[in-house]
């Protein structure tokens, strides 16, 4: 069974600095899809990256930027330079390759950037 | 490009009442699921239909919980009776293929707040 593990419940953090959200996760299958989701205070989750089990390079997107470690089972997001608008709730997810194609979360993690 | 809609935002019901959400999403996405998010977790999947057929209902409390999706596009999400456990916000997204398809993401509404008192 497919389980993801977000450990940190909620972070804080004063604007510019650089923060990373963890996450780990469990899987059977050796094909699986990763996802990361952002859910600001108006509700609706935003994708932010989607990264499949073949891939492990490192993803930079602006200020965020991703480490996938498939050794340690890690799906970790860092923000450099946080703002106040990345103030929400991040979800990490898990997509297996066998058997459905649904999305398992994490329990997520606050993240409060202060001014 | 629309995103998904979903109505109502927010619903007061009293327990054991009966209660039903609407969700059209996104055009032309072939796959829409439902989830429930309590306070505080991460969204729980209920339902994901292909077009108009399950695919997977395996975690539908189905002695309560309902859902259907008309012509393979709007979907319906019904509770009857509603127990105070089912507080939560449900959240209905849709993609236009499985997500483990190359370059397929699920997009979510906002969500339909529930009370039940």
């Known amino acids: 069974a497919q389980k993801v593990t977000q450990a940190q419940t909620e972070i804080s953090v004063v604007e510019k600095e650089d923060v990373t959200l963890d996450c780990v996760y469990e899987t059977r299958d050796t094909t699986y899809y990763l996802f990361w989701y952002k859910q600001p205070p108006s509700g609706e989750l935003v994708f932010l990256i989607r990264?499949?089990?073949?891939?492990?390079q490192n993803e930079i997107s602006g200020r965020y930027s991703w480490n996938f470690q498939k050794s340690t089972s890690s799906f970790n997001f860092t923000i450099t330079a946080s703002q106040v608008v990345d103030s929400a709730v991040y979800f990490c997810a898990l997509s297996e390759y066998s058997g459905y194609s649904t999305l398992t979360f994490g329990k997520g993690t606050m993240l409060l950037v202060s001014p | 490009e629309a995103g998904v809609a979903q109505s109502p935002r927010y619903k007061i019901i009293e327990k054991r009442q009966s209660v039903a959400f609407w969700c059209n999403p996104i055009s032309g996405h072939a796959t829409l699921y439902w989830y429930q998010q309590i306070l505080g977790q991460g969204p729980k999947l209920l339902i994901q239909f292909q077009n108009n057929g399950v695919v997977d209902d395996s975690q539908l409390p189905k002695d309560r919980f309902s859902a259907e999706r008309l012509k393979g596009v709007d979907s319906t999400l019904k509770i009857q009776p509603a127990k105070l456990e089912d507080s939560a916000v449900y959240l209905c997204?849709?993609?236009?293929?499985?997500?483990?398809?190359?370059?397929?993401?699920?997009?979510f509404g906002q969500g339909t707040r529930l009370t039940v008192v």
């Open positions: 997204a849709s993609s236009l293929d499985d997500v483990r398809v190359e370059n397929t993401e699920a997009f």
């Open positions: 990264r499949n089990s073949f891939d492990e």
